[in-house]
């Protein structure tokens, strides 16, 4: 199986930075996809940004141009920066990977992410 564990996240004055980072463990070799969602109290958990296993990269559009998503498949780490950041921003980040295997997905177990402002 595919372990994701999450370091990072925090409270930020808004404009602020903040990197958020995913190890994965177990099965790494099975990991397809990657990347961060992020759920608000009482919304729906919404995808962040997302990595291939091919380098394709998709950004929402309310965090194009402050968020960046990078992956180290060699160390099998995959992190967020997330820069200017506002308090529509506040949520709690999930990492989650796609796998080629049974279950086929893999979930973090969260980290708050608090922008005040």
């Known amino acids: 199986q595919v372990q994701l564990v999450e370091s990072g996240g925090g409270l930020v004055q808004a404009g602020g930075s903040l990197i958020l980072s995913c190890a994965a463990s177990?099965?790494?070799?099975?990991?397809?996809?990657i990347g961060w969602y992020r759920q608000a109290p009482g919304k729906q958990r919404e995808v962040v940004a997302t990595i291939s296993s091919g380098g394709s990269i998709y950004y929402r559009d309310s965090v194009k141009g402050r968020f960046t998503i990078s992956r180290d498949s060699a160390k099998n780490t995959v992190a967020l920066q997330m820069n200017s950041l506002k308090p529509e921003d506040t949520a709690v980040y999930y990492c989650y990977a796609e796998l080629t295997t049974m279950p086929y997905e893999s979930w973090g177990q969260g980290t708050q992410v608090t922008v005040s402002s």
């Open positions: 177990g099965s790494s070799f099975n990991i397809n996809g």
